[in-house]
């Protein structure tokens, strides 16, 4: 089994900046992706950006990519998502999720394994 951790979450103005992480721990693949994704009161989980672990490659939401970034460290089996000039729109349950393969989807029925989530507000 494989767990996700999150951390980073909390209560912030507009404007301001949050760093959310996501440690992996117990059984290890040679290759997946990360993903990190969303879900606001009443809404569906949607992507928000995603990365290969080998190779670094990363994806976003075209709605997001100019705020947010996605990192990793593979050292700390972590990744990071860092999130800029945060808009009340952006309140949401952020969460990470693997997929134990090369192919980045942005279907979060397509990933393996979540984290519990990590509360993200963002006031006005």
């Known amino acids: 089994q494989v767990q996700l951790t999150e951390s980073g979450g909390g209560l912030v103005q507009a404007g301001e900046s949050l760093r959310l992480s996501c440690t992996a721990s117990?059984?290890?693949?040679?290759?997946?992706?990360m993903g990190w994704f969303r879900q606001a009161p009443g809404k569906e989980r949607e992507f928000v950006a995603a990365?290969?672990?080998?190779?670094?490659?990363?994806y976003y939401a075209d709605s997001l990519k100019d705020r947010f970034t996605i990192s990793r460290d593979n050292a700390k089996n972590t990744v990071y998502l860092q999130m800029n000039s945060l808009k009340p729109e952006d309140t949401a349950v952020y969460y990470c999720?693997?997929?134990?393969?090369?192919?980045?989807?942005?279907?979060?029925?397509?990933?393996?394994?979540w984290g519990q989530g990590t509360q993200v507000t963002v006031s006005s």
């Open positions: 999720a693997l997929n134990r393969g090369t192919t980045v989807y942005s279907s979060p029925n397509r990933y393996d394994y």
């Open positions: 990365i290969t672990w080998i190779g670094g490659s990363t």
């Open positions: 117990g059984r290890t693949f040679s290759t997946y992706v």
